[in-house]
T-cell receptor
Framework: DADVTQTPRNRITKTGKRIMLECSQT?????MYWYRQDPGLGLRLIYY???????NKGEISDGYSVSRQAQAKFSLSLESAIPNQTALYFC??????????????FGPGTRLTVL | QKEVEQNSGPLSVPEGAIASLNCTYS??????FFWYRQYSGKSPELIMS????GDKEDGRFTAQLNKASQYVSLLIRDSQPSDSATYLC???????????FGTGTRLKVLA
C-alpha cells in the first residue's frame, strides 16, 4: 500500500469552479506539504503544516487554502480555479528529527487542468 | 543566484557508463541534502540523502558532499536505460521548514 496517497489523480475543471485535492498518509509523519510543479519552474511550496494546529503559507499561497483535518490528512482547495493554476500538484510528508534532517516523501500527484 | 542550481541537461550517457550529476547550493549553513528521481509525469522518489562530507554509497548510487565548496553530486554506476529520468537535488537548512529544490537534470541513458 502507498504511504502517501492523493485524490483525485487527474482533474479537469472550468474557470471559477471550487476544487479540493486530498492527501492522506500512513507514514505517521507530523509534517505535511503541498507543492505545485510547472515545467521549467521546479517544485514550489504552496502550504505546509507541522501539526493539526500549525498551518503556514509557502511561497505561492495566493488563490489556495488548506485544511489539516487530522495528522494523516491535509487538503488543498482552490476556491475559484483559474487557468494558470493548471499544474501537477504534489503532497509530501516528512518526519521531524533532531536538527531538522527529516527526509521528505511525495504522493503520486494530481494533474489539474483548468479550462 | 539561485539557491540550488543544477544543469538542466539533457545529460546523455551510454548504457553501462557512470552518470555524474551535480548540484551547487548557496546557503552555507545547509546540512541536509537529498537526491530524488522523477520520471515524466510521476512524483519525485527519494533515492539518496546525505548529511556529512564525503561519500555515501547505496547500490549503484553514490552521493558525494563537499560543504566547503557547497557542492553535492550523485554518481550512478552501470547506468541503465531505466535510469533515464530527471534528477532533483534538494537542500534543507536546519531549523527551517523549507526544502529548496533545484529544477533538475534530465538524464538519458542510451541503449
Amino acid at each position: 500500500d502507498a504511504d502517501v496517497t492523493q485524490t483525485p489523480r487527474n482533474r479537469i475543471t472550468k474557470t471559477g469552479k471550487r476544487i479540493m485535492l486530498e492527501c492522506s498518509q500512513t507514514k505517521g509523519h507530523d509534517r505535511m506539504y503541498w507543492y505545485r510543479q510547472d515545467p521549467g519552474l521546479g517544485l514550489r511550496l504552496i502550504y505546509y503544516s507541522f501539526d493539526v494546529k500549525d498551518i503556514n503559507k509557502g511561497e505561492i499561497s495566493d488563490g489556495y487554502s488548506v485544511s489539516r483535518q487530522a495528522q494523516a490528512k491535509f487538503s488543498l482547495s482552490l476556491e475559484s480555479a483559474i487557468p494558470n493554476q493548471t499544474a501537477l500538484y504534489f503532497c509530501a510528508t516528512s518526519d521531524f528529527q533532531q536538527g531538522g534532517r527529516g527526509e521528505q516523501f511525495f504522493g503520486p500527484g494530481t494533474r489539474l487542468t483548468v479550462l | 543566484q539561485k539557491e540550488v542550481e543544477q544543469n538542466s541537461g539533457p545529460l546523455s550517457v551510454p548504457e553501462g557508463a557512470i552518470a555524474s550529476l551535480n548540484c551547487t547550493y548557496s546557503d552555507r549553513v545547509s546540512q541536509s541534502f537529498f537526491w530524488y528521481r522523477q520520471y515524466s509525469g510521476k512524483s519525485p522518489e527519494l533515492i539518496m540523502s546525505i548529511y556529512s562530507n564525503g561519500d555515501k554509497e547505496d547500490g549503484r548510487f553514490t552521493a558525494q558532499l563537499n560543504k566547503a565548496s557547497q557542492y553535492v553530486s550523485l554518481l550512478i554506476r552501470d547506468s541503465q536505460p531505466s535510469d533515464s529520468a530527471t534528477y532533483l537535488c534538494a537542500v534543507k537548512t536546519p531549523g527551517t521548514y523549507k526544502y529548496i529544490f533545484g529544477t533538475g537534470t534530465r538524464l538519458k541513458v542510451l541503449a
